[in-house]
């Protein structure tokens, strides 16, 4: 089947990627996954081998497509499913390590 990641087209066959998979240890996962034989791989994980890519060169979304039209399950973990939002004020103050501090109007 030919795909196209990170803009550049590649010709896949499920027993290829199978191949390609053999004897690579899963990572740990932490959000979407895809399972290839008995084994849940990190999805950009997957992609990097099959793709001799850096992780940063394609999306997530990139390899579940291709990985599902192959035939492949691909899953989202449930610790990363179920992880509660932060507004923008928490992750912002997490991001520069400071606790969360709100501002509201009329302080000074």
Known sequence: MRCVIARFPFELTKSGVMESMKGIRPEPVTGEFVIIGRRHYPAKQ????????????????????????????????????TAPMADPYQQASAALGAPPARLTYGQV
Not at 65 to 75: N, S
Request: net charge positive; charged share 25%.
């Open 46 to 81: 997957v992609g990097q081998v099959i793709t001799r890519q850096d992780r940063r060169d394609f999306s997530t979304g990139e390899v579940l497509r291709a990985m599902t039209r192959l035939g492949f399950t691909c899953r989202t973990s449930p610790a990363a499913a």
